[in-house]
T-cell receptor, first 112, second 112 residues
């Protein structure tokens, strides 16, 4: 079946450090891939997405590239800020169905 | 303001009681979803609806009932609450299947 695996964390970084949150997936065909972010006390917000292989999604300094060969969609940011502290969810939408599959989420804490 | 709202934001109830969580969206989105968020599981789909009067089961539907008599509302009912239903519940909507889902702020439910 379809699944998403990501590092659960927590991940703790100092401000201006480089961030990588790994995400790998299992799915048939060509799913669409997403990163959602959940700030404390709020619902999930779409951060970025990619709909086909080699696409790069980017937003607010975050980037992720759809790698079909490694079935990965790792999230990166060159210089994190305290305001990036949140839980990050990797998700996929299968190409043959409509229901999203979410990973367990990775909690990021950025210290000043 | 336009958007997706959930009520109540917090609820404490007792085992065996019926509880209804409300979800309302002002975008006239066709699709609406209910998820539960638990540590280690990420988000799991409970039920979804493609349009008014059309609902379908997700990954974890047991113990829940939904209805959708109007496009903008999608209430979730726990017919006889159990401790295992203690969770954070998120409602989401999307214009069509598979595109970006927009999430409400969540309802934190505690079943004693």
């Amino acid at each position: 079946g379809n699944s998403v695996t990501q590092m659960e964390g927590p991940v703790t970084l100092s401000e201006e450090a480089f961030l990588t949150i790994n995400c790998t997936y299992t799915a048939t065909g060509y799913p669409s891939l997403f990163w959602y972010v959940q700030y404390p006390g709020e619902g999930l917000q779409l951060l970025l997405k990619a709909t086909k292989a080699d696409d790069k999604g980017s937003n607010k300094g975050f980037e992720a590239t759809y790698r079909k060969e490694t079935t990965s969609f790792h999230l990166e940011k060159g210089s994190v800020q305290v305001s990036d502290s949140a839980v990050y969810f990797c998700a996929l939408r299968p190409s043959d169905g409509q229901n999203f599959v979410f990973g367990p989420g990775t909690r990021l804490s950025v210290l000043p | 303001d336009a958007g997706i709202t959930q009520s109540p934001r917090y609820k404490i109830t007792e085992t065996g009681r019926q509880v209804t969580l409300m979800c309302h969206q002002t975008w006239s989105h066709s699709y609406m979803f209910w998820y539960r968020q638990d540590l280690g599981h990420g988000l799991r789909l409970i039920y979804y609806s493609a349009a008014a009067d059309i609902t379908d089961k997700g990954e974890v539907p047991d113990g829940y009932v939904v209805s959708r008599s109007k496009t903008e509302n999608f209430p979730l009912t726990l017919e006889s609450a159990t401790r295992s239903q203690t969770s954070v519940y998120f409602c989401a909507s999307s214009e069509t299947s598979g595109v970006t889902q927009y999430f409400g702020p969540g309802t934190r439910l505690l079943v004693l």
